[in-house]
């Protein structure tokens, strides 16, 4: 059995290999997932990026005055909406 985590999104819980694992690296956010970095990790649906900032989960999860990396962002916006 896969271990399950929590999308800061839309809060549902799924296999940790369907959500990518985040990590703030200075004042950016970056993707964790390969290779993976250390540090405090947040997870979230590819589709969940709107929701995610609707809900203000980053500024929740890592502190105010935090950015999403540009590679990061695109990947996360060319996802599909996962249906809430």
Known sequence: MEPQRTCIGCRRRDDQSALVRIV????????????????????LHRGCLPVALKRQAFRRCFGGGVR???ALEQM?????????
């Open 24 to 43: 703030r690296v200075g004042e950016e956010l970056v993707d964790a997932t390969r290779p993976r970095l250390e540090g405090r990790g947040a997870y």
């Open 68 to 70: 999403l990396s540009t």
């Open 76 to 84: 996360l916006q060319q996802a599909p909406p996962v249906g809430l």
